[in-house]
């Protein structure tokens, strides 16, 4: 494998990590029985956040996408308060039109410091340059690659375990069924704000992420089919482990654009198939049942 | 006139209707009893071809109805008041009697049988251009009847017609039931309140876990011991032999 | 003053174009109680297969009209099949319980279409990889004196056969035999069957018409912009929930006041804060109107008085 390959591979897996957590943060409002079109926006909101912190402040990269997530959460939580308890439809509509509008309002938004080499920051819909945080630490893509997927392991890690603890059910039977899961005692709103809050920070996360790798970020990239994708891989992927809507960015990212199977076709069989699995296997293909027989199967494994 | 043999009816793996045979005559009020989860929803609405059965047969007037569209079971003349009336709640009263009439293309007919209707249950006359949504549960009750009748049925099936209603209503119900017996209208009911059924039934099957387990006249039903006790809460007098 | 009545005035008129497109998407949502994503994407294959004829053999206008029109039906048969057919017979709807919370069903139901958008809109630009593509013009671009106002006759044309066009179907719907066992379909399904009614052909007659319906618009909006860009189905898809929503999803009447409120609230913003204000508020105004509320009590009745 020659070099540019590698290179190439590097990029890849950084983009589809990145991706991941994109992912990742339709899931979790999946998971509480809320579909959300409005992820991209915290995507969004979090590359610009991060960027500005590095890019305009000169923080260190971690401190940015530390704030980037905090800012996240914030206005995930935020657009959540008034829009939670409407029904699943209208809240759809709600994040949509919530992302459209933040798209609209950072292809307005102006801010820009002086440094040596020109004015650095978010210049409306000329978007957002120079965030070379990476370049001027001398960070190779291969030790972000490391740094992300350090940090998307970390975040499934604290997924997966939570899947155990009484929060974890709590989220789960608030997206199965959430009448029944408020005659067991459950704040269904808390346990939706809270999911939203989270899913915020982790969008945002995957966007500061985004922004550094390509040091360049502009609004038009942060429009509906962009969290159209993210759902779609969360839903192709599977419901039933965090581990889901990696396969799904995995089969999109990885094996259909890599590839160049089916090229200039790839939205047409990755939407024709999430179309037939939404019809056969509405949980996807990890989904609760299949989970829950592979850790079964594992377990008997082990012990045998 | 109705001739069910060995029908069954899943939901998935669960069996509710385990072989049900029975027969209703026509002209006559043939009354299904039984506990909740005895099925008898689960029959009506096989009847009616909401529900698929996975065998069995359902004979009306010597045709096969299993296998036949909702739409077909209604044209034949069988025409069901489902339990929760399940009336139209966007949609006013007239509308709703409409609805009924829905395979009829005789327009006059239909006019004059609204008119008819609105004699016979002159409440809903009242309400003629409400939302059925807004109506209380009685005059759901008279408008999912009036509703099925609109399509002239030779058998009216009704799933707890008295359900969730008041005493009052539920007498109001009843007699309804007796009018349209002497009309020549055939009724097949399904109630949980056996002492209203018994005063206006022929004829009597009795439905637990998925089977019929009981058929007789209203009298024989009086005369049985378990049914006294379990349906209709009455202790037979002690006799000298027990 | 006679700057304002000119703003008015072209709002009015930009949003009977907003009434028509969201008017097969209102229908959609009327008939099966779910939202069709893949509205846009289907109007503009149709659109792209109607500039693709033009271009490659000069079609004329009528032509073009009928192949997006045709087209639009054919796509939203499709689409239907694959993302909306799949309604199982639910017995708990039978016995009338009423669908107990959230669950699982509705984040299905929401999101089977989406998946179809992504096919449809990359079938599109696979056809036309171009961004502008030439579409047959029927514009007029003399403007008509009214007075001390301004108005494109063309555009003009437009909105009054949006309002002929959605008065005239409210009408029929509430008056023909059709139009009922429409709504009565859409209202109970179930109760539907029990009358006999054609449930399943009703539902995907009706919803091949309301797409039949988007070829039409696009064809009109399009015919009077003379091209066509990628950009159409998302354009398509979001101008038309919003007025449809505006005026509540499956209110036909609803969605041409939605589609004038949606013009004039842009044609205001417009002037008041430029290109990208006049977007804002159309989505400012979306999002009021959804988390509004009067909404909430409006939506609980409904919740109740129509139950599955």
Redo the contacts between chains.
Sequence with gaps: MNDAMVQHLIGLSSDMAIMSLLALSAYLL?LV???SFGQQAFFGLGAYASGILSAMFHAPLLLALGFGMMFGALCSWLLAM??M??????Y???T???G??AR??L??WQWQVSSPDGPVGPAGIEGFRDIRWLLEHDITPAHFLGLTLAILALVLVVLMRTERTRLGVALRMT????????TQGIDVSQVRLFAAAVAGALAALGGGLYAHRTTYIEPALF???LG??A??YA?LGGLGTALGPLVGVMFDLGLLDATHLFS?????V???????F??WR??GLLDEQLVHWLSQTLKWKVRA | MLEIQELATAYGKIEALKGVSLSAKAGQVTCLLGPNGAGKSTLMLTLAGILKPQRGSVKFEGEELVGRAPAQIVARGLALVPENRLVFPALTVRENLMAGAYKRRDMAGIRSDIDAMFVRFPRLKERIEQLAGTLSGGEQQMLAVARALMSRPRLLLMDEPSVGLAPMVVAEIFSIIRQLHQEGVSLFIVEQNAHMALKVAQHFYLMEQGRVSFSGSPGQMADDDLIQRAYLGQQRPQTVES | MTDLLQLVVDGLIDGGAYALIGLGLSLTFGSLRRLNLAYGATAMLAAYLGAWLYATQQAPAWLVAVTVIVAATLIGWYVERLCFACTTQDATQARGAPVAGADGREVVALASSFAIWMQLEQLAVNLLPRHLNAFPSLAVSQDWQLGELMVRPDRMGLAVMAAALTLGLAAWLERSRIGLSWRASADHRIAAHLVGMPVERLQTVGFAAACALSGLAAFSILSLDGQVTPMFGMWALLKGLVAAMLGGLGSVRGVLWGGLLLGLVESLAQASFGAQGREFASYALLFVVLVAPWRRSRERFLATAVPG
Excluded: N, Y
């Design positions: 999946l029985g809320r579909v008034p829009t308890t409407l029904s699943g439809l209208h759809a509509v709600a949509l039109a919530f459209e509008m609209i309002v292809s307005g997206g199965q069924d959430d009448t029944l899961a408020a429009d509906p089919m159209v994708h759902v779609g839903l200039g076709w790839r939205m047409v990755f939407g024709g198939l999430l179309a037939l939404l019809r509405p949980r």
